[in-house]
């Protein structure tokens, strides 16, 4: 019996990326909070919230940005032009700076969802780093391009274990020591990751180190800083583990 002929990737005209950080993240409880609301509300929450997480990963150079139902993809490289920090670097400031987005995102949620016992606002972020490539998939207007590779795969198992974990920003080991020094880092785990043989050591990024941060050349005034680990601390309070 002849097998049929594996089929080929269709080119995407973009240079293939041997090395990239990789940043899934996604909206808590969205479902508990979906029930309450009409389609058109969940629609405008979506356009309002992804609007903004999106802002903050394309200002941080994000090469390929996707909305995926209530999540978010973000792969970053080191060719984007104009951003000089490292792709594992930028990748952690957004993951980062997320938790900020959902602290006034909540505000938001309030004030224009006042009264609809909504669940609290909070989100959860994984990221990792290693070969990627991207590839055209489906067909006709079904066809988008995307990001592949197994690095892809465990990023996004990666996230899945945060709300399990009880951290907001969950980062592997690998995508740290690629960063260098700079962030705060607190509890670590060796973690079993869904198709994965061997396990996968993470750690819960908390916010940013002064001190260390300022050695690579970037701004970063005290109170921004400040206020990106009380973000971290809220979210991370509401993030229930189980």
Request: overall charge neutral; some cysteine; glycine content about 10%.
């Amino acid at each position: 019996m002849r097998r049929a002929p594996v089929p080929s990737l269709p080119p995407t005209g973009e240079v293939p990326l041997h090395e990239a950080s990789i940043l899934f993240s996604d909206i808590r409880n969205f479902t508990t909070a979906a029930e309450r609301l009409t389609v058109t509300e969940v629609a405008q929450i979506l356009a309002e919230y992804f609007q903004r997480a999106c802002a903050v990963a394309e200002r941080h150079g994000g090469h390929h940005v996707k909305v995926l139902g209530d999540g978010l993809m973000v792969v970053f490289d080191d060719a984007t032009p104009g951003h000089g920090l490292k792709h594992a670097v930028r990748a952690l400031l957004v993951g980062l700076e997320l938790a900020a987005v959902a602290q006034d995102f909540r505000l938001w949620l309030d004030t224009w969802f006042a009264g609809r016992d909504l669940p609290p606002f909070a989100i959860g972020v994984g990221l990792h780093c290693g070969e990627v490539m991207f590839g055209r998939l489906g067909s006709g207007r079904a066809a988008e391009e995307t990001a592949l590779g197994d690095a892809v795969n465990t990023t996004a198992r990666i996230e899945s274990l945060s709300k399990d974990l009880g951290w907001t920003v969950v980062a592997s080991a690998e995508l740290l020591a690629r960063a260098g020094k700079g962030f705060a880092v607190g509890r670590t785990a060796h973690v079993e990751v869904r198709g994965r043989r061997r396990r996968v050591t993470v750690a819960e990024v908390t916010g940013l180190a002064p001190a260390l941060f300022a050695s690579k050349g970037v701004a970063a005034p005290l109170p921004w800083i400040n206020r990106i680990g009380e973000a971290i601390l809220e979210n991370t309070a509401l993030v229930v583990p189980g």
